[in-house]
């Protein structure tokens, strides 16, 4: 026999009640896992849309575009397009032109942004892009081709290879137009963008504001997103010599998705903590249940040479295999449910609009988890830790037990 | 020199405000090897006595000491180490931990101690041969007899080796039988191996068996064999 046995064994004194506590244990584990797997999943793929049909993972600004979005404060990316493409972990760079401007039909008249963009580049990453027909795309940076958004083509009462005017203003202050043709139509689902975007060819948005060559932004996609932290600091190195220019992670670029984000994960977090503080009841209730019902016990170990140091180390040693043993069962159903949740997902296509929108991206009504391995054993080692906390007011009030007292009175 | 020794101690219990004496102005000497009674009815201070002598509780007035060791006045981890070493402790209802074996209740001791489990075992094998309870190492104490649990508590007070036993009461749950039987085991252990045994008993069978009687009334002194009393 050893301290670790006449713990275990003193721990299935009261089965049901231990069977009880490490059941809310396992299971707090378990939901906690597993929503904050879904959560990192779903956010993963909310970030992964927006950086691919917005800023990208980083970016390159000119100092001060994103306070105000001014069309003015452009830049000349010359050889850092390709500098930034030659470093490891690029997906794609894409350069881009962001142009205010009046669309007009022979109906109608919008206002919108016009984009000018490299084709290829963004039709390899863009997720609405790529739904596009072959012929639906824009052919190169110079044509008048025109890829519009769905509720501004019906707002213009457009279709597909019908012709519109741009309007936009030059850099010398004078206003120059641009006859387009529809090519293809985009809709993303975010009423906004479906409602003010125009994507041309760079070179033919350029042409159009006089400002050849130039661009607002710089987008950059990752192979991971986790590579970040990583490419950054080589990003603001290659940009460090051009004190005009910035580089600024997603985060910066589109603070609505970064603080939707930021918000929805604060409230889940008070959710696991609320979760955890019930938990913590549970074990200070069950410990100090099977102390207070073992007094007389206590001071029989006492009278037989145990220093209080010692009861107490039982206790905690107790509280350690409960919190222990809850943890590998939260655990494997934590993992369980978290696979379930990459594999199959939750459908939530009957119960919200598939164009719902979120942080300013279109929330995927399927929500399917990613595996965060490393969090997963963090919270399981808070757990252990919180129960051995919860066990430390029974553990001192068992070190407190007078011998003479608890046989007296027990 | 006497291995306890009480010197005109008191013990004073308080209930709120009101003051309860358990011990008045007791003095006792016990030499090392005896085999003594504390006799009285209840509430006459006897547990309180065993309680000094343990170190389970402290006197209000007075002095108690076991060999060299002054047992009331010494810091908490010294009395620790004293009850782990020097004292075996036999209870009236037994005190056996539930959930362990009767071997390991026996060798509950020994485990504080540090012992290795193959010595603890054959210590207590040993133990359970002398006093006829071999066989029953692996059960539980639920499915023991009470002369049985009892003569497991006496197999954990003896397995460390003390240089004193003491027993409150520790027939006091049994049959006239199965206690005329355990005080003659005790009787034995304490001829065979040498411990001094201090027990307490208000039963006159139990008494007649003991070397020694010592008298208690109200917490008070009123007999002593050994002084001819």
Same mark, same amino acid.
């Given at each position: 026999m050893s301290a670790i046995s006449y713990a275990w064994r003193s721990l299935w004194r009261n089965r049901r009640r231990t069977l009880i506590t490490l059941a809310a244990i396992a299971l707090s584990i378990m939901l906690v896992q597993a929503f904050h797997n879904l959560s990192v999943g779903v956010y993963a793929r909310m970030i992964d849309d927006g950086v691919r049909a917005g800023s990208g993972h980083l970016a390159v600004y000119r100092d /001060?575009?994103?306070? /105000? @979005?001014?069309?003015?404060?452009?830049?000349?990316?010359g050889v850092l397009t390709a500098q930034v493409r030659a470093?490891? /972990?690029?997906a794609q760079v894409l350069p881009r032109l962001y142009l205010p401007a009046l669309a007009q039909s022979s109906y109608d008249s919008r206002g919108i942004l016009l984009i000018g963009v490299e084709p290829a580049a963004e039709r390899a990453v863009n997720p609405f892009l790529k739904e596009l027909p072959e012929d639906g795309m824009l052919r190169d940076l110079d044509s008048r081709d025109a890829v519009i958004g769905k509720r501004l083509l019906d707002d213009l009462k457009l279709a597909v290879g019908l012709k519109l005017v741009v309007t936009a203003q030059h850099r010398d202050g004078t206003l120059h137009s641009e006859l387009l043709r529809v090519r293809g139509v985009v809709k993303t689902g975010i009423a906004d963008v479906d409602g003010s975007l125009l994507m041309v060819g760079r070179d033919r948005a350029a042409q159009l504001a006089g400002m050849p060559g130039e661009i607002h932004e710089l987008a950059i996609i990752l192979d991971r997103a986790a590579d970040e932290s990583r490419v950054f600091p080589a990003l603001a190195t290659l940009t460090?010599?051009? @004190?005009e220019l910035s580089a600024v992670s997603w985060t910066t670029a589109m603070p609505n998705l970064a603080n939707a984000i930021k918000l929805d994960y604060a409230s889940q977090k008070f959710i696991f903590v609320i979760i955890l503080l019930i938990v913590t009841i549970g074990v200070v209730n069950t410990l100090l249940m099977s102390v207070m019902e073992r007094l007389r016990e206590f001071g029989v170990v006492l009278a037989l040479g145990s220093s209080p140091a010692r009861l107490r180390r039982l206790v905690l040693l107790e509280a350690l295999l409960l919190g222990t043993v809850a943890a590998a069962v939260g655990c494997l159903l934590g993992a369980l449910a978290t696979w379930y949740l990459v594999e199959v997902g939750i459908d939530l296509k009957s119960l919200i609009p598939e164009t719902l929108e979120f942080g300013g991206v279109v929330f995927d009504p399927v929500l399917r988890a990613t595996w965060d391995l490393a969090w997963m054993a963090r919270i399981t080692v808070y757990v252990i830790g919180l129960t051995l906390l919860a066990a430390l007011y029974p553990a001192i009030k068992a070190g407190r037990v007078t011998p003479a007292e608890a046989m007296r009175h027990y | 020199m006497p291995l306890i020794t009480l010197d005109r101690t008191t013990k004073t219990y308080r209930h709120g405000s009101l003051a309860v004496p358990a011990l008045t102005d007791f003095s006792l000497a016990v030499e090392a090897g005896e085999f003594t009674v504390l006799a009285g009815p209840s509430g006459s201070g006897k547990t309180t006595v065993l309680n000094l002598v343990g170190g389970l509780d402290r006197p209000s007035s007075g002095t108690v000491m076991v060999g060299d060791l002054d047992v009331g006045t010494a810091p908490a981890a010294i009395l620790a180490d004293y009850r782990l070493h020097r004292v075996g402790f036999i209870f009236q209802s037994y005190n +056996?931990?539930?959930? +362990?074996t009767a071997a390991e209740n026996a060798e509950f001791t020994l485990m504080l101690q540090g012992v290795p489990r193959p010595e603890r075992r054959r210590r207590v094998t040993e133990l359970f041969t002398e006093l006829a309870i071999?066989? +029953? &190492? &692996?059960?539980?104490p639920a499915d023991l007899s009470g002369g049985q649990q009892q003569r497991v508590a006496i197999a954990r007070a003896l397995a460390a080796s003390p240089d004193v036993v003491l027993a409150d009461e520790p027939t006091a749950n049994l049959d006239s039988h199965t206690a005329e039987e355990l005080l003659d085991l005790m009787r034995a252990l304490n001829a065979r191996r040498g411990v001094t045994f201090l027990f307490s008993s208000h039963d006159d069978r139990v008494i007649g068996r003991a070397r020694r009687v010592v008298r208690l009334e109200d917490g008070r002194l009123v007999a002593d064999s050994a002084a001819g009393g």
């Open positions: /001060g575009y994103l306070d /105000g @979005r001014e069309e003015t404060l452009s830049f000349a990316p470093l490891p /972990g690029i460090a010599n051009r @004190r | +056996l931990i539930p959930v +362990l071999a066989g +029953l &190492e &692996e059960r539980r």
